[in-house]
T-cell receptor
Framework: DAGITQSPRHKVTETGTPVTLRCHQTENHRYMYWYRQDPGHGLRLIHYSYGVKDTDKGEVSDGYSVSRSKTEDFLLTLESATSSQTSVYFC????????????FGPGTRLTVT | GQSLEQPSEVTAVEGAIVQINCTYQTSGFYGLSWYQQHDGGAPTFLSYNALDGLEETGRFSSFLSRSDSYGYLLLQELQMKDSASYFCAVRDGGGGYGGSQGNLIFGKGTKLSVKP
């Protein structure tokens, strides 16, 4: 299995608080992604990174920011969490030229109360 | 707009063959991927079709017809462990070294239940 970890695995937070989720990989893959998964919506791309300090928005980026200061770490921040951001968040990685074959982390279940 | 359509649920019996269809309408198309996800787990990559035709990987096969904007995943000799959700995903770009190499747009998934 690809070496991808996510932390925390579960988190409950209150509306209006900032939250940061961490994705760590040991595969040295250049591309990293953050998705959210909600019932009835499949997986939706939030942000992605194509290198250190190189990031871009995905389909549902409003309310989220990301940072990548090292190849192995990709952080997702909810600046001010809202109940609509309650979801399961997956990080994924892919190698150069192989964006069709992504390896996913175990996921973080976030509940915003 | 971009859309992928796949059945929400499919039920089959152990040992049977099941086909999960996926039709897509996207602004860019570079290939169709399939992923499996067990309840509570992470998605795992199954297959990818960039060109028309059938790709076979063990009990699983995937087919693509670009002219029909259609693909399917075929699961043979079904086992109980195949009970999971299956997602098709369109790769909307390709190639290049910098920037995006095409992101995946996922369908909403098909929940397959395999009965004894």
């Amino acid at each position: 299995d690809a070496g991808i970890t996510q932390s925390p695995r579960h988190k409950v937070t209150e509306t209006g608080t900032p939250v940061t989720l961490r994705c760590h990989q040991t595969e040295n893959h250049r591309y990293m992604y953050w998705y959210r998964q909600d019932p009835g919506h499949g997986l939706r791309l939030i942000h992605y990174s194509y290198g250190v300090k190189d990031t871009d928005k995905g389909e549902v980026s409003d309310g989220y920011s990301v940072s990548r200061s090292k190849t192995e770490d990709f952080l997702l921040t909810l600046e001010s969490a809202t109940s609509s951001q309650t979801s399961v968040y997956f990080c994924a990685i892919s190698d150069v030229g192989r964006s069709y074959e992504q390896y996913f982390g175990p996921g973080t279940r976030l509940t915003v109360t | 707009g971009q859309s992928l359509e796949q059945p929400s649920e499919v039920t089959a019996v152990e040992g049977a063959i099941v086909q999960i269809n996926c039709t897509y309408q996207t602004s860019g198309f570079y290939g169709l991927s399939w992923y499996q996800q067990h309840d509570g787990g992470a998605p795992t990559f199954l297959s990818y079709n960039a060109l028309d035709g059938l790709e076979e990987t063990g009990r699983f096969s995937s087919f693509l017809s670009r002219s029909d904007s259609y693909g399917y995943l075929l699961l043979q000799e079904l086992q109980m462990k195949d009970s999971a959700s299956y997602f098709c995903a369109v790769r909307d770009g390709g190639g290049g070294y910098g920037g995006s190499q095409g992101n995946l747009i996922f369908g909403k998934g098909t929940k397959l239940s395999v009965k004894p």
